[in-house]
């Protein structure tokens, strides 16, 4: 299984939503990094949400793609905010720190609000 | 079930999964690993392993598998004009998984990495060194011995009670 990434912009706020779902490995981190890597760049992008609700897996090549998207963003200001990751997905960001980088939240409304 | 590359052995054999890799070129390596962690994902469902066990053995072996194909030969000389070939097997205990790798490559111990930068400041973090580092972190013990021609590591991971 691989990733599928799919990215709308949530009309009430203008933040794009990029919805990841599948297995986030060494394969499929370059699609992911493809999805997220020109929205972190952008500089007219303030927060981008990372819908997860249906992200089962994240390898380390994963975990590089996020960060570097922090790296991109945090200097002008804008934020990463996860939502709704599953227990095995955000303990993951836990033991790598991930969680002091972006926002997590439990739902893709709460990271739009 | 979707056919195995040429470079991929498997079988399974009650609560064990067994494994054999022969590398293909750094740019292929990763396919082959995620067929791989896909197949052991799937026999650990299958056997009724938690899903907290499943995504640690699933994590360990693309870890250790991608570990060895980017630097098995680019930073340690490799396995010497030979192929690079990694072997091993997973297997399912009353109170611990173990995932035991061999590899024909030169000395590797991973109870020696460099500490990983967990900084919560993002321009000094590292965007590399997550995934032994998250080993070490989901896995209990890690043993560690070289063999003449190789290197051999184990990992466990104790099953909660």
């Not at chain 2, 040429?6 to 494994?19: A, H, K, P, T, V």
């Not at chain 2, 993002?122 to 560690?144: I, Q, T």
Request: with cysteine; net charge negative.
């Amino acid at each position: 299984m691989a990733v599928t990434c799919t990215t709308t912009i949530d009309e009430a706020t203008g933040i794009p939503v990029l919805r990841v779902e599948g297995r986030l490995d060494a394969v499929a981190a370059a699609d992911f990094s493809a999805a997220l890597l020109p929205l972190a760049e952008d500089a007219a992008v303030k927060r981008i949400v990372l819908d997860c609700g249906e992200l089962v897996f994240v390898a380390s090549a994963g975990l590089r793609v996020f960060i570097i998207a922090v790296k991109a963003m945090k200097p002008r200001g804008a934020a990463l905010c996860a939502a709704a990751a599953s227990d095995d997905v955000a303990s993951v960001f836990r033991m790598t720190g991930l969680q002091t980088l972006m926002i997590m939240k439990p739902t893709v409304g709460e990271c739009l609000a | 079930m979707k056919p195995l590359p040429d470079s991929l052995e498997i079988s399974r054999d009650g609560g064990e999964f067994r494994f054999r890799l022969i590398f293909p070129p750094p740019d292929a390596a990763p396919g082959v690993v995620v067929t791989l962690t896909e197949e052991l994902t799937a026999f650990l469902e299958e056997r009724g392993v938690s899903p907290a066990g499943v995504n640690s053995l699933g994590i360990a072996a693309e870890e250790l598998l991608i570990n060895l194909s980017k630097y098995g030969i680019a930073e340690h000389g490799g396995a010497g004009g030979r192929d690079l070939v990694a072997a091993g097997a997973v297997t399912l205990g009353e109170k611990a998984i173990t995932f035991r790798i061999d590899d024909n490559s030169a000395p590797f111990d991973p109870r020696g990495r460099a500490k990983t930068n967990l900084s919560d400041d993002p321009s000094a973090r590292a965007v590399g060194g997550l995934g032994l580092h998250m080993l070490f972190e989901m896995f209990e013990d890690c043993r560690y011995a070289r063999r003449a021609d190789g290197n051999t590591s184990e990992w466990i991971l104790r099953l909660a009670k």
